[in-house]
């Protein structure tokens, strides 16, 4: 169901230290690292985030993907959202940036968090 879900940091440095020890200790370590984001994880897959927040305030948004079987769900899932009235973040398109075959789509839910739909074999 989770594929992966990010938290949004007020003081990025301070917790990039601690989730390279925390995570590390128990055998995670960084398997993608980009200048405001880092994804730690097993086996050269990323699931669990920390992001630059400091900007956000106290109630920064949490990002969660949900694991979908194809692009045709992922579609489903952010015409659903649309059809709810959600924020349309980013609309289904393959993310080449994170791997080959990363197709996904963002919506902001009602509580503001940015939650997405993965597929992780597209074409």
Known sequence: MIDHFGI??????K?????????GVL?????MDYEVAIGYGKDGKPDFW???GKDMGPNREI?????AANTEA?????????ELGA????????????????FG???RDPDGNNVEAVFHGAQ
């Open 8 to 13: 949004n940091c007020a003081d990025y440095p």
């Open 15 to 23: 917790s990039q230290e601690f989730y390279d020890k925390v995570l």
């Open 27 to 31: 055998g995670y370590t960084r398997q």
């Open 50 to 52: 920390i992001a630059e």
């Open 63 to 67: 990002h969660v993907a949900f694991e």
């Open 74 to 82: 992922v579609q489903a899932f952010y015409d659903a959202a649309l």
């Open 87 to 102: 924020e349309p973040l980013h609309a289904p398109r393959l993310w080449p940036e994170y791997h080959p075959g990363y």
């Open 105 to 107: 789509a963002f919506v």
